[in-house]
Structure formats: structure tokens, C-alpha cells
């Protein structure tokens, strides 16, 4: 089970840290991510480390996230300079085999969190 937390309401230019355990998992966790979705939009991942710590960043965020896998089952991401166009509902994921962090496809990971709201206003 992926429990995700620490989104809320921002104004501009804040900054927020999302939270993500992956709680009593019983298979290897290998890629975790961050995704988010916003109405009317595809999922996109916006960060995603691999089990040896290399990160993968969109366009989007480069300078404004950090990605940090804290342990094997928990990750961060830290969120600066929160801009309007990043509200959206935040994603944890992991996946359950090798990879690499260029597999940010939503279809390389196994296992989803319910996901957390950030708006930025």
C-alpha cells in the first residue's frame, strides 16, 4: 500500500514537500516516481529515482523539484516555487522490477497511491 501526503492549498512561489511509504510491501521496490494529473489532462510523471538513486526530472519542474528516496520504500518530493500550472493531483508509484530512469511511462509501474492535492493559486 502507497500512502501519500502533504499536498494542500499554495499561493505562488511557495514551496511544499509530498510524502510517499511504501507500507508492508512485499515485493522488491525497485523505480518509485511522482506523477500528477490535472483535469482533463494524461497522467505525467514529473520525477522518478531509481533504486540507486538516479533521478529523472520533466522539462516542467528541472530546478524547482527534488526527488529524494529517503530508504528503499519512502520518497519525497520537494516542491519550490509552486507556479498555478503545477495543481494537480500528485501520484506516488513504484514498480516491482528492474529499471532504469528513463522508464517514466505510467505503464512501468505496479503499484499506485490514491494520490494528494496540490493547488497553487
Known amino acids: 500500500q502507497l500512502v501519500e501526503s502533504g499536498g494542500r492549498s499554495v499561493q505562488a512561489g511557495e514551496s511544499l514537500r509530498l510524502s510517499c511509504a511504501a507500507d508492508g510491501a512485499t515485493h522488491r521496490v525497485y523505480c518509485m516516481g511522482w506523477f500528477r494529473q490535472a483535469p482533463g489532462k494524461e497522467r505525467e510523471c514529473v520525477a522518478a529515482?531509481?533504486?540507486?538513486?538516479?533521478p529523472y526530472y520533466a522539462d516542467s519542474v528541472k530546478g524547482r523539484f527534488t526527488i529524494s528516496r529517503v530508504d528503499s520504500n519512502t520518497l519525497w518530493l520537494s516542491m519550490h516555487d509552486l507556479r498555478p500550472d503545477d495543481t494537480a493531483t500528485y501520484f506516488c508509484a513504484y514498480r516491482t522490477e528492474t529499471c532504469e530512469s528513463t522508464m517514466t511511462g505510467t505503464a512501468f509501474f505496479d503499484f499506485w497511491g490514491q494520490g494528494t492535492q496540490v493547488t497553487v493559486s
Open positions: 529515482v531509481t533504486r540507486t538513486h538516479t
